[in-house]
């Protein structure tokens, strides 16, 4: 790959140059086809390089009257163009590119259906830089244009290659503190609305980093999702997060662990012997796991992840759909789906007390939730009234600052023990709103969860 990109900067070197000397403005616009690695391995590496013929020839053909115009590299093509007063505005140039690559391909006569790509498009206006530079440059854009949403494209600006420089540091960091173990846990305690009592945590990945102190994983994940380490990062995280919750289940404490699994995550093959493997090791009773997917990932491809989600619940754990109603979802994947419980995005609730129209809604989604069996759980509780308006929708357990930041192991172990007075009730795992009051019981169901994984 690296070879490829060399070869490209110095094929391109001679154009650019040449535009320099006669004083022509030259845009190099860099366009990457979307997720061009599925069509390949899907199609065979045969039909994959007759698309990528077919592009190359429809990218020159869109800006060949526009001045000195170059495309070259495999899945990738980099598109100068060196203008004149006439030359069209660097926006209305992307869309040609991207137009052009998203018209149908037939390779082959008598195909059933031809074939349809898109293109990702990152710009960069020459500033007198190196070729290599202006490459970056174009590169970094085309980053953010894929990070926006394929099928788009994005301007470099300046500000952009601070972040892309930042990102790097930070990439780098996350490498050493991967060998040295500054990654942990916290918790953010959830509870159950009707009782107040803690009955779940949501386990939250952190980074204790020498200098900027701890780093929320917002910051850090999609660095772990680019590299491929998140799955054995994710790994770590429910080997982490089941031994605590088997220590607050000898303890006698009822309460379910929550663990995200990122879209990446969830595609390794390697995450159904892990959980297995896990489930065994801690003695966990499984329906004490709550295994949550994203909103966002379960729409990509519904029908392959509810087969994937069905094996994780066959070892019975649960399932919460993550960020409900952050737009990605249909109310239909609900029932095509293995689900437990579903989870309301935080600005589902953020409007609670603030406009009728929300509270409509989330009585609206729990009563939907009811009829299909579904627990419900809302993320992002911040005040009173917010938590009234839940309570008055019928939803059975809440997330959020309102009760507590999250916390460590043993901090979560003192707000469990502050509700002891209260009524013994406590949420089951399954988050369906079910009461269980017996503690007793748990060690029985720990065995039999054992010889069902054991069977499995």
């Known amino acids: 790959m690296a070879d490829q990109a060399d070869f490209s900067v110095v094929v391109l070197a001679g154009p650019l140059e040449a535009a320099r000397r006669r004083g ?160 942990f846990l916290s918790y953010l305690p959830g509870v159950d609305i009707a009782s107040g009592r803690v009955t779940r945590a949501e386990a939250l990945l952190r980074w204790r980093h020498p200098e900027r102190g701890v780093i929320p994983a917002s910051e850090f994940v ?81 029908a392959a992840i509810a087969e994937r989600l069905a094996e994780f619940k066959a070892l019975g754990v649960h399932i919460a759909m993550d960020s409900f109603g952050a737009a990605y979802a249909t109310l239909n994947q609900l029932k095509l789906l293995p689900l437990d419980i579903v989870e309301f995005d935080r600005s589902l609730i953020a409007d609670l007390g603030k406009q009728d129209s929300a509270a409509s809604l989330i009585r609206l989604l729990v009563q939907i939730a009811d009829r299909l069996g579904l627990g419900t759980l809302a993320a992002g509780v911040e005040d009173e009234c917010q938590l009234e308006e839940l309570r008055d929708a019928g939803c059975a357990g809440a997330l959020g600052y309102l009760y507590s930041q999250p916390v460590d192991s043993d901090a979560l172990d003192r707000l469990f023990r502050d509700f002891e007075a209260q009524t013994p009730t406590a949420w089951s795992a399954a988050g369906g709103g079910s009461l269980v009051d017996e503690d007793e019981a748990v060690e029985d169901e720990v065995v039999d969860a054992d010889q069902a994984v054991e069977t499995r």
């Open 222 to 302: 999609p660095l772990l999702e680019q590299s491929g380490t998140i799955v054995e990062v994710g790994s770590w995280v429910l080997q982490e997060a089941c031994m605590q919750a088997a220590a607050w289940q000898r303890r006698g404490m009822s309460i379910a662990i929550h663990v995200n699994l990122s879209a990446r995550q969830l595609g390794a093959e390697v995450l159904l012997g892990d959980l297995r493997d896990t489930l065994r090791t801690s003695r966990l009773n499984p329906a004490r796991l709550v295994l949550e997917v994203a909103e966002a990932t379960i729409a990509r491809d519904t």
């Open 24 to 183: 022509a403005t030259s845009t190099l616009f860099l366009v990457d086809i979307d997720n061009f690695h599925v069509l390949n391995n899907g199609l065979g590496r045969a039909l994959g390089d007759g698309v990528l013929r077919v592009v190359a020839q429809r990218l020159e053909q869109s800006v060949q009257n526009l001045g000195d115009c170059l495309v070259c590299g495999g899945d990738r093509f980099m598109v100068l163009v060196s203008g004149t007063t006439a030359t069209p505005p660097i926006d209305a140039i992307a869309d040609r590119l991207i137009d052009a690559v998203r018209m149908p391909i037939r390779l082959e006569e008598g195909e059933a259906a031809p074939l349809v790509v898109s293109a990702s498009v990152g710009s960069v206006l020459d500033d007198g830089a190196g070729v290599d530079e202006l490459v970056r440059c174009a590169d970094i854009a085309l980053h953010q244009a894929k990070t926006k949403g394929l099928n788009g494209h994005v301007r470099f600006q300046p500000a952009m290659r601070d972040a892309a420089e930042a990102a790097a540091h930070l990439e780098r960091d996350l490498r050493e503190a991967l060998d040295t173990e500054l990654l």
